[in-house]
């Protein structure tokens, strides 16, 4: 979801562009690839992810660490509460999601990494 968000704003961001929104187009070519790049990372963790294979988890959890702050300042200082909500939710959920003892369990079982109770 925050792959598909990530990657429809760098297309509005481009198209904005063209129809001449930004001050300096190169801001706004920029914006956009910046957020072309971002998207297209966090689709290559969430494809890693479903197809259980390694790498997926720590890059993850380190995506969703660095969107707290963000939802944080849509709370705060931008005074875009609703926006901060949805956003702290879904960072919030898909951390806990990440961290949870059933998830590190399926990804220690998933690669041989499980330890055997005797």
Do not use: K, N
Not at 25 to 50: K, S
Not at 84 to 99: E, K, Y
């Amino acid at each position: 979801m925050q792959a598909a968000v990530a990657l429809v704003l760098a297309v509005v961001l481009a198209v904005r562009t063209v129809l001449g929104h930004f001050q300096s187009t190169t801001l706004g070519y920029g914006t956009a690839v910046m957020f072309a790049v971002l998207g297209a990372g966090v689709l290559v963790i969430g494809v890693t992810l479903v197809q259980s294979r390694r790498g997926g988890r720590g890059p993850g959890i380190v995506m969703e660490v660095l969107l707290l702050p963000v939802a944080w300042s849509l709370l705060t200082d931008s005074h875009q509460v609703a926006l901060g909500l949805v956003l702290g939710a879904v960072v919030l959920g898909t951390l806990a999601l990440l961290l949870c003892a059933p998830s590190q369990a399926w990804s220690a079982e998933q690669f041989g990494l499980a330890h055997e109770d005797d």
